[in-house]
């Protein structure tokens, strides 16, 4: 079965890290590029960090920048997500997807539009 499995969401203070993983079996995730999505209660789904295929390219929603993290590793076949001095303004389900990327491609955007694979997202909460 080809599936996107997001672990690491919680409840932390204000202030605190957590590192989110995003997990793939049944596929390969070394020619895909991945996107971090997060959806916070009322809110639309937001793109808020994205790594290429080769991880050469990263980029961050401004909200999140200088606080978050993306990075893989293609041993484990897993993308990260390393948040650190969470706001309560974080709190939401996070979710990652994959879009398949031609050989050689940088492509990493924030859009949601073209991605094969999607999880059913983790649940992080940012509260004292």
């Known amino acids: 079965q080809l599936q996107l499995v997001e672990s690491g969401g919680g409840l932390v203070q204000p202030g605190g890290s957590l590192r989110l993983s995003c997990a793939a079996s049944?596929?390969?995730?070394?020619?895909?590029?991945i996107v971090w999505f997060r959806q916070a209660p009322g809110k639309e789904r937001e793109g808020i960090s994205c790594i290429s295929a080769s991880g050469t390219r990263t980029r961050y929603q401004d909200s999140v920048k200088s606080r978050f993290t993306i990075s893989r590793d293609a041993a484990k076949n897993t993308v990260y997500l390393e948040m650190n001095s969470l706001k309560p303004e974080d709190t939401a389900v996070y979710y990652c997807?994959?879009?398949?990327?031609?050989?050689?491609?940088?492509?990493?955007?924030?859009?949601?539009?073209?991605?094969?694979?999607w999880g059913k997202g983790t649940a992080v909460t940012v509260s004292s």
């Open positions: 049944g596929f390969a995730l070394d020619r895909h590029a």
């Open positions: 997807a994959a879009r398949h990327i031609s050989y050689g491609s940088i492509w990493c955007s924030l859009i949601s539009d073209g991605m094969d694979y």
